[in-house]
Structure formats: C-alpha cells, structure tokens
C-alpha cells in the first residue's frame, strides 16, 4: 500500500495486480520524459493519499469522500481508468509510429 493510504477496516483489503507496463512510459518527441515527471497513475497515487495539515491538524482523507458520495470503488475505478487510457494511447502512438 502506498504511503499514508489506509483501510477503512481491518478486514479490508485490496490488490491490485498486473498492472500493464505501459503505465509509466512515455516520450516527448522521440525522447524519454525526465524522471521528475509522473505518469497519471503516479499522480493519482499521490493525490489520493491520506494526509494531515500540519498547522491545523485536519486530516484529508480521500477515502472519506468516497464514503460520503456512497461510492466506495471510486478510487478502484479511477485507476482502472486511468490505466485504460493509458495503454489505450500507447497502441495508438505505436500504430503511428509503425505506419
């Protein structure tokens, strides 16, 4: 589990398994993109994390607007969507490449 992720329970769990490698490639005009960039995945790992303010000691938790919304795969979901137009693109950008 990523870092400052939680469960809502302790009986909850969750994997995520098999994820394509195309998630993490990219170019830029025939280059590599430099290291600092994120894939989306890497962004949404990020963004969705739990974390607290340090100043105030409010908590953001993403899992929580997932309870609220009553949508408890969101996150699931957005990953698998994510992914999907990921190498979605990539078959597209080989197709151009090839052609």
């Not at 098999?18 to 170019?27: D, E, T």
């Not at 408890?72 to 078959?91: A, F, G, R």
């Amino acid at each position: 589990m990523a870092p400052g992720m939680k469960w809502a329970a302790k009986t909850d769990h969750l994997a995520i398994v098999l994820l394509p490698r195309h998630h993490r490639r990219h170019s830029r005009r025939g280059r590599a993109l430099p290291a600092r960039s994120r894939s989306a995945l890497g962004w949404i790992i990020e963004r969705y994390r739990v974390t607290t303010d340090k100043a105030s000691g409010i908590v953001n938790d993403p899992n929580d607007w997932c309870d609220e919304h009553d949508d408890p795969t969101y996150i699931v979901d957005l990953i698998k969507k994510v992914t999907t137009v990921s190498v979605e693109t990539m078959k597209i950008v080989d197709g151009l490449a090839g052609g």
